[in-house]
């Protein structure tokens, strides 16, 4: 992750004093900080991801739908007697509870007599409480008509088990009572057969002390056995009279019928979630992958990068690919393009003899192509003798005006004639006509070469350099060189490779063009100047004039 899609500024090269020293570069991160424009901008370049992504999430979405269609429901009510309450309330939810209970499940399923288990049963029904004395039953089921059924069987089921459980309930009650009673005629009769042994042993006053503190006793333990008796038997006549009223008030409030189900509203959330889905996963992945890219964006981070400034920038994105032919062309009479096209004219040297510029795309060669031979159609427009060299692979500029085959050749460009050159795809490094004395025939450029650029006027070439191979042929062919960038396409060491390459060759660094620069970049481009070319380049320095700094605004087309 570079300090570029960071938002923040990249190391700055710094230059150890004397000639031709060796860079000590350090990082020296003084920029800012992510900020909200950053992230829109990245959102905005990657609109076509996002985008894709919300689609695909609509249609994943509504597909969901299609494959997995709504399911046949039926529900019923049911009116519930629930007793005295301690808290009203409270015996609804112990009833819905109890419908959803594996009892309840059972009963159903036997009822059914459905091959599946309990648990399968249980997952297509709910019971939701709708008042503190009415449950509804939901049931899910294949089709409409098996809905009904199951409602209807599972209310049945669940009115007959709560019924029973009611009835159990009660035993229960009536058995605790008996207990309660039983205890209490124990405690009376271990008080009768004691007066009755002690009323059979030989008269003493403690004998007679002893009958006069248990009568009293039996007479208690007989009176509250008495109420006891009553007490129970109200208390079973009441649970009696409950149970029978909650077990006989209790009924199907009603009958099962079907749901209405809408084809439309599944359809609208299952799309909407999909589209919800995909659109965060499609904003999520622009975001991150612009935080974690190692691509160069700003005209600072390209100027630093290149050690040399970026004196235009343009935003034509749309430009990045351009029709072939006639149509190519068309599109540069005008806009970004033609800006382009009259900076390049104003990089041109100057003086007498053949005026030569090399034009160096790192990463898309179609744009650098199009400018070049707008460029060349535009100075022969003016009746100057313009050679163009494509040394690119594919020849995309020669493309342009319907040329493929190697060879010196002549092309009618608008109106007017020029020259245009193509190596021999088998030449790795074509040697142009601009050496002062070559030494070797290796060295020596072709004869239609040599004859075509002798009688020039301007020598217009663009080539790639690659890491791999030599750039020494580079100053056979120009002595200055522009370097076309787009931006978010290449990387820190991608930029320095090439400007490495134009300066070990020989050649001027003049400047560097950034295509597609974004809205929010407000740096300035101006690098610092590599310790091999010693120095940056300004319009000044091609005139013999003293180069001072502000001299870099006086050229035209300044991005």
């Given at each position: 992750m570079t300090n570029a899609d960071l938002g923040t500024r990249a190391p700055r090269p710094k230059v150890s004093n004397g000639d031709h020293g060796v860079a000590d570069v350090l990082a020296d991160v003084d920029g800012d900080l992510v900020s909200l424009r950053f992230i829109g901008e990245a959102l905005r370049r990657g609109r076509r991801v996002w985008a894709g992504l919300a689609l695909v999430g609509l249609l994943l979405g509504a597909a969901v739908w299609v494959t997995h269609p709504p399911v046949p429901e039926a529900s019923t009510t049911l009116l519930l007697d629930v007793g005295p309450e301690g808290q009203p309330g409270t015996a609804i939810l112990n009833d819905q509870v109890m419908a959803e209970s594996r009892g309840v499940a059972a009963n159903a399923l036997r009822a059914l007599g459905l091959a599946q288990s309990i648990e399968d049963l249980q997952s297509t029904y709910t019971a939701d409480v709708v008042t503190d004395r009415v449950l509804r039953l939901t049931v899910s089921a294949p089709t409409s008509t098996e809905a009904v059924s199951r409602a209807n069987a599972i209310a049945s089921a669940f009115l007959a088990f709560r019924a029973d459980q009611?009835?159990?309930?009660?035993?229960?009650?009536?058995?605790?009572?008996?207990?309660?009673?039983?205890?209490?005629?124990?405690?009376?009769?271990?008080?009768?057969?004691?007066?009755?042994?002690?009323?059979?042993?030989?008269?003493?006053?403690?004998?007679?002390?002893?009958?006069?503190?248990?009568?009293?006793?039996?007479?208690?333990?007989?009176?509250?056995?008495?109420?006891?008796?009553?007490?129970?038997?109200?208390?079973?006549?009441?649970?009696?009279?409950?149970?029978?009223?909650?077990?006989?008030?209790?009924?199907?409030?009603?009958?099962?019928?079907?749901?209405?189900?809408?084809?439309?509203?599944?359809?609208?959330?299952?799309?909407?979630?999909?589209?919800?889905?995909?659109?965060?996963?499609?904003?999520?992945?622009?975001?991150?992958?612009?935080?974690?890219?190692?691509?160069?964006?700003?005209?600072?981070?390209?100027?630093?990068?290149?050690?040399?400034?970026?004196?235009?920038?343009?935003?034509?994105?749309?430009?990045?690919?351009?029709?072939?032919?006639?149509?190519?062309?068309?599109?540069?009479?005008?806009?970004?393009?033609?800006?382009?096209?009259?900076?390049?004219?104003?990089?041109?040297?100057?003086?007498?003899?053949?005026?030569?510029?090399?034009?160096?795309?790192?990463?898309?060669?179609?744009?650098?192509?199009?400018?070049?031979?707008?460029?060349?159609?535009?100075?022969?427009?003016?009746?100057?003798?313009?050679?163009?060299?494509?040394?690119?692979?594919?020849?995309?500029?020669?493309?342009?005006?319907?040329?493929?085959?190697?060879?010196?050749?002549?092309?009618?460009?608008?109106?007017?004639?020029?020259?245009?050159?193509?190596?021999?795809?088998?030449?790795?490094?074509?040697?142009?006509?601009?050496?002062?004395?070559?030494?070797?025939?290796?060295?020596?450029?072709?004869?239609?070469?040599?004859?075509?650029?002798?009688?020039?006027?301007?020598?217009?070439?663009?080539?790639?350099?690659?890491?791999?191979?030599?750039?020494?042929?580079?100053?056979?062919?120009?002595?200055?060189?522009?370097?076309?960038?787009?931006?978010?396409?290449?990387?820190?060491?991608?930029v320095h490779a090439c400007g490495e390459l134009i300066r070990l060759a020989g050649t001027r660094l003049v400047s560097a063009v950034l295509v597609g620069a974004d809205k929010w970049d407000e740096s300035l481009g101006v690098g610092t100047a590599s310790p091999s070319s010693g120095r940056e380049l300004s319009s000044a320095d091609r005139d013999g004039t003293p180069a001072t700094p502000l001299d870099h605004g006086r050229v035209r087309g300044r991005g």
């Open positions: 009611l009835r159990k309930q009660q035993t229960l009650q009536f058995e605790a009572l008996d207990k309660v009673l039983s205890q209490q005629e124990l405690n009376l009769a271990t008080i009768t057969a004691r007066i009755r042994e002690v009323s059979g042993m030989p008269a003493t006053p403690s004998q007679v002390a002893a009958l006069s503190s248990l009568r009293p006793r039996r007479d208690r333990a007989e009176n509250a056995l008495v109420e006891l008796k009553s007490q129970v038997n109200a208390t079973k006549a009441t649970a009696e009279r409950t149970t029978a009223a909650m077990v006989g008030k209790s009924v199907v409030l009603d009958r099962a019928s079907p749901l209405p189900q809408s084809h439309l509203k599944p359809l609208v959330l299952f799309s909407v979630a999909g589209l919800i889905a995909g659109l965060s996963a499609g904003l999520a992945l622009v975001i991150l992958r612009a935080l974690i890219s190692d691509r160069l964006r700003r005209r600072d981070d390209v100027a630093l990068a290149l050690g040399a400034p970026v004196m235009l920038s343009i935003r034509a994105k749309r430009l990045s690919r351009p029709g072939t032919g006639r149509r190519g062309l068309a599109a540069a009479r005008g806009g970004d393009v033609q800006r382009v096209v009259e900076f390049l004219r104003g990089t041109l040297p100057t003086g007498s003899g053949c005026r030569a510029l090399a034009v160096v795309p790192v990463d898309n060669t179609r744009i650098a192509a199009l400018s070049l031979v707008s460029l060349a159609a535009s100075l022969a427009q003016e009746n100057a003798r313009v050679v163009v060299a494509d040394l690119c692979s594919g020849a995309p500029a020669a493309k342009l005006v319907g040329l493929q085959r190697p060879g010196v050749h002549a092309a009618r460009v608008e109106g007017v004639q020029i020259e245009v050159v193509i190596p021999d795809p088998q030449e790795l490094a074509p040697v142009g006509p601009l050496l002062p004395a070559p030494t070797s025939t290796e060295m020596r450029p072709g004869r239609q070469l040599a004859e075509a650029c002798e009688s020039s006027d301007v020598l217009l070439t663009l080539t790639t350099l690659d890491p791999s191979l030599a750039s020494d042929h580079l100053p056979s062919w120009a002595a200055d060189a522009v370097v076309v960038v787009t931006a978010g396409r290449s990387s820190w060491t991608k």
